[in-house]
């Protein structure tokens, strides 16, 4: 019985990871208001990566460039990151825009976090390695638990 359920643990956790990449929105769509106004305010267009490799090579140059990611949560609701390499006063920076508006169990919130690279942005400790503190951007007004009955 165990077995089995680590198994079916592992195959929708699998599923999820590879379902969420199909939600993702397309590159040029912003998550939020907040993301479509940093993307007017940065005053360059940010040409668009395909993997991490592209973000991390580009910090270096502070060349500006933007990678999104999309996954399904292990519950199974939609999260999207947003990558951006730009210009900062104390040097080149990693921006990271993460989410959770669609999601009970990240907030129901989109936060904004500005990191010295792309190790410290996905970090489970941001603040320790550098990062500004995490600001919320905006919180949803309807976002349910979906484990909760009608």
Do not use: Q
Request: charged share 25%.
């Amino acid at each position: 019985m165990r077995m089995t359920a680590r198994l079916f643990i592992l195959f929708t956790f699998a599923c999820s990871s590879v379902a969420g990449a199909g939600d993702a929105r397309g590159p040029s769509e912003p998550a939020s208001k907040e993301l479509a106004e940093f993307r007017k305010l940065a005053g360059v267009k940010f040409a668009e990566c395909s993997d991490k490799k592209c973000l991390e090579a580009a910090l270096p140059r502070c060349s500006p460039v933007h990678l999104l990611v999309g996954l399904n949560t292990l519950e199974g609701t939609p999260a999207t990151f947003d990558y951006f390499v730009v210009k900062h006063p104390a040097g080149c920076r990693v921006v990271k825009f993460a989410d959770f508006t669609k999601d009970y169990w990240g907030g129901c919130k989109v936060r904004k976090r500005v990191c010295p690279n792309l190790k410290a942005a996905d970090s489970d400790d941001p603040d320790r390695l550098g990062c500004s503190p995490g600001e919320v951007l905006y919180t949803a007004s309807v976002c349910k638990n979906p484990m909760a009955g009608p």
